[in-house]
């Protein structure tokens, strides 16, 4: 018997510290305050670092808080993905991919528009045809306390049988070390995106 490979990923801010641990399944975390400064305008700030439907997309917002919000959030997603697949900021040029939902009921393009995550599937759209840059992931983004945008990407596995595989079980701990460690899943510190 020989034990399933332990595979984790660590993200942080100035107040925050996000480890991920998965077993058998590669991850990616990254976790941003919402209201995290960026020094330039954000839409130059995309154009620099996201695909031309991402830009878009964040165009088309005309509130300068939420078009900040939903940039904080695509960033988080492509942040976790690519540390997923092993290669990081520098590794997965963001602009080589789209971070989108996918309605499963219409089969139509959306971002980040607040629906029901058993309606959508946030998915990968690769402009390279990397091999390794697929769909083959699930996403999960929270907020965290209202201050924070978590974004945890995992490989998706199929059974035997060629079904997906993906027990979902994600537990949030709130730890300060040697002080306090309490499981705040299913608490009002956490909401689903």
């Excluded at 595979?7 to 998965?22: D, E, Q």
């Excluded at 971002?111 to 402009?127: C, H």
């Excluded at 995992?154 to 079904?163: A, L, P, Q, Y």
Aim: charged letters at 25%.
């Amino acid at each position: 018997w020989h034990s399933p490979p332990l595979h984790f990923n660590i993200s942080h801010t100035s107040s925050l510290v996000a480890c991920g641990v998965t077993i058998d399944a590669q991850i990616g975390i990254d976790v941003e305050k919402k209201d995290r400064k960026i020094k330039h305008d954000i839409l130059s700030f995309a154009r620099r670092y996201f695909s031309k439907p991402e830009i878009r997309f964040l165009a088309a917002i005309s509130d300068p808080q939420v078009q900040h919000m939903e940039f904080i959030k695509l960033w988080t997603l492509k942040e976790a993905y690519v540390k997923a697949l092993g290669k990081g900021f520098s590794g997965a040029p963001f602009n080589t991919f789209t971070i989108r939902f996918e309605s499963a009921a219409k089969g139509g393009f959306n971002m980040l528009d607040n629906l029901n995550p058993k309606d959508s599937e946030t998915i990968v759209v690769s402009f390279d045809e990397t091999a390794d840059l697929t769909s083959n992931w699930r996403f999960v983004l929270l907020e965290l306390a209202n201050s924070h945008y978590v974004a945890v990407c995992t490989e998706k596995h199929s059974d035997h049988e060629g079904k997906e595989n993906f027990p979902g079980k994600l537990t949030v701990w709130k730890t300060i070390a040697f002080l306090e460690d309490e499981c705040v899943s299913g608490t009002a510190a956490i909401k689903s995106i």
